[in-house]
């Protein structure tokens, strides 16, 4: 395998996966994504948690709207990205509600810059949610993910990986079940789940 042929494999990859979601997005995004949420917010994983890492989803990725508010009716805490000014970087914020949230780059709702957020650094210490629940052009049967290639989740999740003194994380990929692989090409620091949540199915893994 060349130096260069796994780059050019992730971004072939990202190109149908992404034309795969849209597809299926402007079709049966809304019952699709409704299937999904029933098998999250039935397993014990969510009805466990009480601190819980989501995102506000682009218009063509499966829906977490309703996963936030039914986050914020239990009760439970919840983080939500914010993108740092340094390439690569984000840190996690606790967010009360959709007031809480403004425009940011990438076309995506952010909390406010006022609110204080974890970083990295403080994964393990002062962050110590129960359950991430990260996004992904693709995700494989041994819980590989292809991300958007920035980089921002792998890192995360590499710092909350190597603090697991009391006990390993959650990682939910949430995806439609068009963007399911068998088998996707890795790198040796790209994240793997622990758990895949679809439109059809809810892997533990």
Request: charged share 30%.
């Amino acid at each position: 395998m060349s130096a260069t042929s796994l780059p050019e494999r992730k971004k072939a990859l990202r190109a149908r996966l992404r034309q795969a979601r849209r597809d299926v997005a402007a079709t049966r995004g809304g019952e699709l994504a409704a299937r999904a949420h029933a098998h999250l917010l039935a397993s014990s994983l969510w009805r466990q948690a009480k601190g819980v890492v989501l995102y506000v989803s682009l218009p063509d990725e499966l829906d977490t709207a309703p996963l936030l508010d039914a986050a914020w009716q239990a009760g439970k805490t919840l983080y939500l990205p914010r993108v740092r000014q340094q390439y690569g970087l984000m840190d996690f914020v606790s967010v009360r509600g959709r007031e809480e949230l403004r425009p940011g780059p990438f076309q995506l709702l952010e909390p406010r810059d006022d609110l204080p957020g974890f970083g990295p650094e403080d994964a393990g210490t002062a962050f110590r949610p129960d359950v991430f629940i990260v996004p992904g052009l693709g995700f494989d049967r041994q819980g590989r993910r292809l991300g958007f290639g920035g980089g921002y989740y792998d890192r995360f999740l590499s710092a909350v990986r190597a603090r697991e003194d009391d006990g390993p994380r959650a990682f939910v990929g949430l995806c439609y079940h068009c963007q399911l692989q068998e088998e996707l090409p890795a790198e040796p620091w790209d994240e793997r789940m622990t758990h895949i949540c679809t439109d059809r199915e809810w892997l533990c893994l």
